[in-house]
């Protein structure tokens, strides 16, 4: 006889010898596969989350079977598990116990790791899963389940510049307004911020309360509990500790808001004022005399001949200077489009310099028609803020200028009117640009990480723009505004609506050492008289 097959038989017949011995020779012989296959299939296809497959290994119909483990996610927040197959014993004919641990992932609070164990058994010539809930959890007996408990640590701070909270309700409306309040949390909330919240738990609501939610709340120390047991009191499987929120502190000045305060108090139409500071983009003061929409960071107005010194900066990129003589006409008809100046002045020639300060329509309308075709204007207002995401911290609407779409278009985008449309925060940010001569993403929170990058303005342009905005106060349409000294600026005067004759908002907006402002009138009239005067009255308080 072949050695090899000798070996087979005495192989096999110790098997038999063996199997007889134990009283298991049945099961040996004539039972399909092994108690661990079957353990390794079914903790295989539970980590999958592949029900209809693990139910294929049951020796019976379980009732319950499906919803003891869907109903982890609901409970607990599991999303996703990984289970690693230990030993498996016997346990006795046709029986063995098949040992797993499970580490399910925990939405919001990471993972949770526990060992339980498979009964098995031989039916029908096959190892099976004797299932019971105990197979999920071994403290599970069909009428208990998992639960979560929180401790949520003492809410964080959101502070000013300073440090001093200004999430209280003493601090003014405009304040409350970025801030945001405290709400107690809806089914919507929870499905939102995870499995660690529950319904009435305390959740920020509007500004940086919401923006920050997380951050301020912090995370709670959270019991992973088994409940629901008739007669039994909950009992504590697991303790996953939290920590404590973390303060957010804004770029308020106490001051500069104070100021802003005083600036806007008594005007009897809707005014808003921001000031920033040009060296960082820091959002100093955030101010609306009136209550409800955030006029300040979410109004969207034509920003009138503010935007002309978006259009001077295009212009003296293409080689036009400050003392270059231009001319003022009464009037002037771009592309079909009649165009006047306010108060229907004209000046005749005069330098670029005295037009900006004059505030010329008509000069400005045709030598953009000249110079800023192909894009040139929306170009330069990209760079200095305009179409650009903002990410201060809260919402904020950004600045918008369409692509022109005729000569005419680009006339009137020209000294801002047309579709562009901007909010106090976005001309703020024009100009703290000329006072530092680069461009910066606004932010109300230090450190928050920006969707724009910062611009430097090319060559001599900010320091040409700065002479020019500085003669707007000494000599143009803010000569008797009452500006202090050292003050710089635009005004603005923007029509809107409809009809024969039209309203119009009243801006100005400027720089004062390493402040920079937005402030806006709605349907105030002329920026030189309305607006300036505004802004004086906060630079004489911040003084």
Known sequence: MPRGRTIVIISISAVLVAGAAAGGAYYVLHTRGSAGET?????????????????????????GFDTAYTRL????????????????TPAGDGRAKAAYTATLTLKDLGDWTYTGSLDLVVKDRHWKVAWTPRAVHPALDGQAHLALKTRWPGRAAVQDS???????GDVGGSVQQLVGYLDKATAKDVTRLGSAYKRGDAVGRGGLQEAFQEKLAGVPTTEIQVTGAAGKAATTVKTIEGSPGTDVRTSLDPRAQAAAVIAVDGVDKPTSLVAIRPSSGEILAVVNNRGGFNRALDGRYPP??????????????????????????????????????????SFGSLSFLDSYAHSCNTTFAPLAAQHLGDGKLEEFAGKLGFNQPLGIGV?????????????????????????????P?????????????????????????????????????????RTMMAAVVTKGTAKSAGL????????????????????????????????????????????????????????????
């Open 39 to 63: 353990a390794a299939h079914f903790t295989t296809a539970w980590a999958k989350g592949d029900l209809p497959a693990m139910r294929a290994d049951l020796a019976a119909p379980a009732p």
């Open 73 to 88: 996610a609901k409970d607990i927040g599991a999303q996703r598990t990984a289970v690693r197959l230990g030993a498996v």
């Open 162 to 168: 300073t440090g001093a909270r200004i999430d209280h």
């Open 304 to 345: 009138g001949s503010t935007f002309k010194t978006i259009t001077a900066a295009a212009l003296l990129a293409e080689g036009l200077t400050p003392g270059q003589r231009v001319t003022c006409p009464k009037t002037v008809n771009i592309g079909g489009l009649p165009i006047r100046n306010s108060e229907h002045e």
């Open 395 to 423: 919402p904020a609407q950004r600045g918008s200028m369409p692509k022109h779409t005729s000569e005419a278009d680009l006339a009137a985008e020209s000294f801002g009117q047309g579709r562009i449309t901007a909010s």
């Open 425 to 465: 925060l976005v001309m703020a940010t024009v100009a703290a640009a000329v006072a530092d001569g680069t461009w910066r993403p606004p932010t109300l929170v230090p450190g928050l990480k920006q969707k724009t990058e910062p611009w430097a303005l090319p060559g001599d342009i900010a320091r040409d723009l």
């Open 484 to 543: 202090p000294a050292g003050t710089a600026g635009k005004t603005g005067t923007a029509e809107y609506g409809t009809g024969p004759k039209l309203d119009s908002h009243a801006w100005f907006i400027g720089y004062r050492g390493d402040v920079a402002f937005a402030v806006i009138v709605e349907g105030g009239g002329g920026g030189g008289k309305v607006a300036a005067p505004i802004a004086a009255r906060f630079l004489r308080a911040l003084s």
